[in-house]
C-alpha cells in the first residue's frame, strides 16, 4: 500500500500514527539482531517502516534483502531509501527492480550524503544531479507503481543555510513526483510548524510527516544534534545537563522531553510521526509508551488474519495457510517464495505443488552452536529435554527450535495441560485452543474487519514415541469428531483424514463478506512441514560434539518417534483432545545416558568413536 494512502487515511480518522526508520548493521549477526528486533517492533504497531541506503550505494545488497525481508518475513510495509550521489543510472535500475520484486512500493528518493572520503557533494552523473531527477527518472520508469518520498529539511542543510531555498527545492521534488515528506530530525517544535507553514504557502501540499530522534546518551543527542545543525531548546538543555553522565536517567528525562514534543505536534494537526530508530527499540518504545500509542488489551493491534501476512509481491491477497508454520512464518513465507499464485479464498488448484528446498536461507536452525547451547543447555536425560519444553510452556524460556517465539498468550487458556503432557514425556510443539465464537475485536484471539466473530477448532501438533503411537491411534480413532495425522522421519504416514481435503482451524464470518477461513489443515503441506520438523531436530542435535549424550538423545527422539497433529472438529469442545492423553506417558524418563567403556585390541582400548547406551 502506498504510505501517502496510509497517511490519507490516519488524516481522515484522524487517528495518530508512527513509523519507523532503520538502517542495514555492518555485521551478519548484527543484521540477525535487527530482524529480530523488527520482528518484534511489528507489535509496536507502525504504519510503515524504512530501511537506508549508504552513501554510493555500497551497503545496496544489504539494503535490499532488508527490504525484502520486512516486506514479505514480517508483513511491514516498507519505504526504501535510494540516493543518488555516486550511484550510475545501472545500479539505480538495479535498486528498483529489486524493490519492484520484493513487493515493496514506496520509495524515499534522495539526493544522499557524499562518500566519507569526500568532503562535500559532487554530481557523479548528468543524469541524477539532484533528489528532483531521481524522482523524475523514477515516475518516469514505473508510473505510479513507487509512492516515492522526499525529504524536507526544517533548519538547514549540511551545505545549504537558505531555509527558503530549500523550501523551494522541496516544491520542485513534489512537482517532479514526489508525493510524501519526511522531515530531518529537529527539536524545535515551533520552529517546525512556522516551517509547515511556509511550505503550504509555497505550494507543497502533500504530507509532511516529522522525524523525530528519540535519545538515548547525553553524548549521542548532542553529536546526532550537532550534525543536523538542528536547534536545541533551552529548556532541554536544562533538562539534560543535570544527568548527562547517567544514561539511564537521560534516557528517561529525554523520553519525557520527545514525548512532550509529539504531543505538541499531534495537538497541531500533524498526525503522523516518524522515529529514527537508531536500530534500538528501548527509547521509541518509552516514548510510545507515554503518548499511549502503543498496543494493548483495550485497543489492540488490528489483525487482518490471525497470522501475519506477507506484503511480497503477488502475496497481498494471499488468505490461506496451513496452521503448521504458525511459530515459524519466516520459513513458510521462504518455502513458498517461488509459487506463481497464492491461496486465496480456498487451499486448492491455484498453488504450487511444490515447496522449497530445505537448504534455503531461513530455514534452518538460527544461531551458532555456542548460542544454542547456552539457551537450551546440555540435556543428559529425555526428562531434560522434556524440562526445556515445561519452561517453554510457563513461559520461563524464549524460543524451541521449533517455535522462534515465546508462547503466545492465546496458549493460556491450553496452558496448564500443555504443561502436564510435556512433564510426561509428550512434547507439543503447536496448539490453539478451541474457540465458540468471539468478537472479531477481542485483544487475544480476534482478527478481522470489526463487527465480526471468529471460531477455531481445537488442535495440538505433538511429538509421540513409538511406543505409545499405537494406543494413541486406537483411541483417536474410537471419536469420530477427532481426525489426525502422524507420520515419522522416514515418511510413514497414519491418517483417518479424508483423502487430501483441506479441514479449515480457523474461520470467521464478518459483516457483507462471505465466511473466511484463513488456516487449515491438509496433507501435502504437513508432509513438507515434517520435513522441517525432523531437520530443525538434526540441526539441534549436531549443536553437540559427536560422541556426547546430549547428540544421542536428540537425535534418538527424531530417529524413533512420531510427529502427530490433532484436530478435535467439535468446537465447543475446548479440552476434548487432552482426554486422549489420559494415562500415557514416557517411562523412565530421568535414565541417563552413559558412557560404555571402550573395547580393548591387545590390552589397549580400540581407536573407535565412543559408544552411548542407556544406564541401568
Not at 72 to 100: Q, W
Not at 313 to 338: C, G, K, M
Not at 498 to 523: H, L, M, R, S
Amino acid at each position: 500500500m502506498h504510505i501517502s494512502q496510509k497517511l490519507a487515511e490516519a488524516e481522515r480518522a484522524k487517528k495518530p500514527t508512527f513509523s519507523f526508520e532503520f538502517f542495514p548493521p555492518k555485521t551478519a549477526q548484527g543484521v540477525q539482531n535487527l530482524y529480530d528486533r523488527m520482528d518484534r517492533m511489528h507489535g509496536f504497531g507502525p504504519s510503515f517502516i524504512d530501511v537506508t541506503w549508504g552513501a554510493g550505494g555500497r551497503l545496496s545488497h544489504l539494503t535490499c534483502d532488508m527490504v525484502r525481508t520486512a516486506q514479505s518475513a514480517y508483513g511491514l510495509e516498507t519505504c526504501m531509501h535510494l540516493t543518488c550521489t555516486d550511484m550510475e543510472k545501472s545500479k539505480v535500475d538495479a535498486a528498483l527492480k529489486e524493490a519492484y520484486n520484493a513487493g515493496c512500493t514506496n520509495i524515499l528518493a534522495l539526493r544522499g550524503d557524499p562518500p566519507r572520503e569526500k568532503e562535500k557533494w559532487e554530481a557523479s552523473s548528468s543524469q541524477f544531479r539532484y533528489a528532483k531527477d531521481l524522482v523524475k527518472y523514477i515516475k518516469d520508469t514505473y508510473g505510479n507503481h513507487f509512492d516515492i518520498g522526499v525529504a524536507g529539511y526544517p533548519e538547514r542543510l549540511e551545505d545549504q543555510d537558505d531555509v527558503e531555498l530549500l523550501i523551494d527545492h522541496l516544491k520542485e521534488k513534489v512537482d517532479a513526483g514526489g508525493t510524501f515528506v519526511v522531515t530531518q530530525m529537529f527539536y524545535n517544535v515551533d520552529n517546525f510548524l512556522n516551517w509547515v507553514k511556509r511550505c503550504r504557502e509555497k505550494g507543497v501540499n502533500v504530507p509532511i510527516v516529522p522525524g523525530i530522534m528519540p535519545i538515548q546518551t547525553h553524548a549521542a543527542f548532542l553529536r546526532r544534534a550537532n550534525w543536523a545543525r538542528c536547534d536545541i531548546p533551552q529548556s532541554w538543555t536544562d533538562s539534560l545537563e543535570p544527568v548527562k553522565s547517567d544514561d539511564a536517567a537521560v534516557r528517561d528525562v529525554g523520553k519525557d522531553l520527545v514525548a512532550e514534543m509529539c504531543r505538541k505536534l499531534l495537538d497541531n494537526g500533524i498526525i503522523n510521526l516518524h522515529f529514527y530508530t537508531m536500530n534500538l527499540a528501548q527509547s521509541v518504545k518509552m516514548v510510545l509508551e507515554e503518548l499511549n500509542l502503543m498496543p494493548d488489551t483495550q485497543s489492540p493491534l488490528e489483525k487482518p488474519l490471525p497470522w501475519r501476512q506477507s506484503l511480497g509481491l503477488n502475496r497481498r491477497e494471499e488468505n490461506v495457510r496451513p496452521i503448521f508454520w504458525r511459530n515459524r512464518n519466516r520459513s513458510y513465507v521462504a518455502r513458498t517464495q517461488d509459487w506463481d499464485e497464492f491461496p486465496n479464498g480456498r487451499w486448492g488448484d491455484s498453488r504450487s505443488p511444490a515447496f522449497g528446498e530445505l537448504d534455503a536461507y531461513d530455514i534452518g536452525l538460527k544461531g551458532t552452536n555456542e548460542q544454542n547451547i547456552k539457551l537450551w543447555g546440555e540435556p543428559q536425560c529425555f526428562k531434560d529435554v522434556a524440562d526445556l519444553f515445561v519452561r517453554y510452556m510457563s513461559g520461563d524460556l524464549g524460543s524451541l527450535p521449533w517455535s522462534e517465539a515465546p508462547i503466545s498468550e492465546e496458549a493460556n487458556a491450553i496452558k496448564d495441560d500443555l504443561i502436564a503432557l510435556n512433564r510426561r514425556g509428550l512434547l507439543t510443539i503447536n496448539s490453539q485452543p478451541a474457540v465458540d465464537g468471539v468478537k472479531s475485536s477481542h485483544p487475544v484471539y480476534g482478527w478481522g474487519p470489526r463487527h465480526g466473530y471468529v471460531f477455531q477448532k481445537g488442535y495440538l501438533e505433538v511429538l509421540v514415541s513409538a511406543e505409545l503411537i499405537s494406543e494413541l491411534i486406537t483411541r483417536i480413532e474410537r471419536d469420530a469428531d477427532i481426525t489426525y495425522y502422524a507420520v515419522n522421519k522416514s515418511g510413514d504416514l497414519k491418517t483417518n483424514s479424508p483423502a487430501d481435503t483441506p479441514n479449515a482451524v480457523t474461520w470467521g464470518v464478518f459483516p457483507g463478506k462471505e465466511i473466511v477461513q484463513p488456516t487449515i489443515v491438509e496433507t501435502i503441506s504437513f508432509l513438507a512441514w515434517k520435513d522441517e520438523f525432523y531437520r530443525l531436530g538434526q540441526d539441534w542435535s549436531v549443536c553437540y560434539p559427536a560422541a556426547s549424550p546430549s547428540r544421542y538423545i536428540i537425535e534418538s527422539l527424531m530417529e524413533t518417534s512420531y510427529l502427530v497433529n490433532i484436530v478435535h472438529n467439535d468446537f465447543h469442545q475446548s479440552h476434548g483432545i487432552f482426554r486422549l492423553f489420559d494415562g500415557l506417558e514416557i517411562q523412565n524418563m530421568d535414565q541417563h545416558l552413559a558412557l560404555r567403556p571402550k573395547p580393548e585390541v591387545n590390552g589397549a582400548p580400540e581407536a573407535k568413536q565412543e559408544q552411548t547406551e542407556l544406564a541401568n
